[in-house]
């Protein structure tokens, strides 16, 4: 049995536009709220405070499908480097990659099935650092360049889901 979460980005929430399509789309798809984003705690904390949360979620079952936006991704991929065989397959929308430059010593290549969507006119997460990244980390990846932004809304609803999670 598979199971599916959406982790949403730094401030987002689960019940934003992305949660709500994918708990319409896959009933039972996991869309929990994470820590809220506060400017005065640093993206450190507030990343160790959202782990905890969610290894208290993913901890209990095995077989996950992870669908990570933004920091989400960035969230997606370290549960993915520290627990691959709980991993089936990782979807990343735009991930904030670029803080795993330092981890990079402490991932190994991650042969998950990862595919990834990135927006060509992302005015938030370099693409070009985010691929390099990604192509670092990722033994089994399927990177999209894509004609929209950082939201992805546009790629979020052209996209076969259901086909993407199989």
Same mark, same amino acid.
């Given at each position: 049995?598979?199971?599916?979460?959406?982790?949403?980005?730094?401030?987002?929430?689960?019940? #934003?536009?992305?949660?709500?399509?994918?708990?319409?789309?896959?009933? #039972?798809?996991?869309?929990?709220?994470?820590?809220?984003?506060?400017?005065?705690?640093?993206?450190?904390?507030?990343?160790?405070?959202?782990?905890?949360?969610?290894?208290?979620?993913?901890?209990?079952?095995?077989?996950?499908?992870?669908? #990570?936006?933004?920091?989400?991704?960035?969230? #997606?991929?370290?549960?993915?480097?520290?627990?691959?065989?709980?991993?089936?397959?990782?979807?990343?929308?735009?991930?904030?990659?670029?803080?795993?430059?330092?981890?990079?010593?402490?991932?190994?290549?991650?042969?998950?099935?990862?595919?990834?969507?990135?927006?060509?006119?992302?005015?938030?997460?370099?693409?070009?650092?985010?691929?390099?990244?990604?192509?670092?980390?990722?033994?089994?990846?399927?990177?999209?360049?894509?004609?929209?932004?950082?939201?992805?809304?546009?790629?979020?609803?052209?996209?076969?889901?259901?086909?993407?999670?199989?």
């Amino acid at each position: 049995m598979k199971n599916l979460i959406f982790i949403h980005g730094l401030e987002s929430s689960g019940d #934003g536009f992305k949660g709500r399509f994918f708990r319409e789309l896959f009933p #039972g798809c996991f869309t929990p709220n994470f820590e809220e984003f506060n400017p005065k705690f640093s993206i450190k904390i507030l990343l160790e405070k959202r782990m905890e949360q969610l290894y208290s979620i993913l901890n209990k079952k095995d077989n996950w499908i992870i669908i #990570g936006s933004s920091f989400g991704g960035l969230m #997606g991929t370290i549960f993915t480097c520290q627990n691959p065989k709980k991993v089936l397959k990782l979807i990343l929308l735009a991930p904030f990659l670029s803080v795993l430059e330092l981890e990079l010593r402490k991932c190994y290549s991650i042969e998950v099935p990862v595919i990834i969507f990135q927006g060509k006119d992302d005015t938030v997460i370099s693409l070009s650092q985010s691929k390099n990244l990604a192509e670092k980390l990722f033994t089994n990846l399927n990177y999209n360049i894509m004609n929209d932004d950082h939201t992805l809304k546009k790629t979020l609803r052209s996209l076969d889901w259901k086909k993407l999670i199989q």
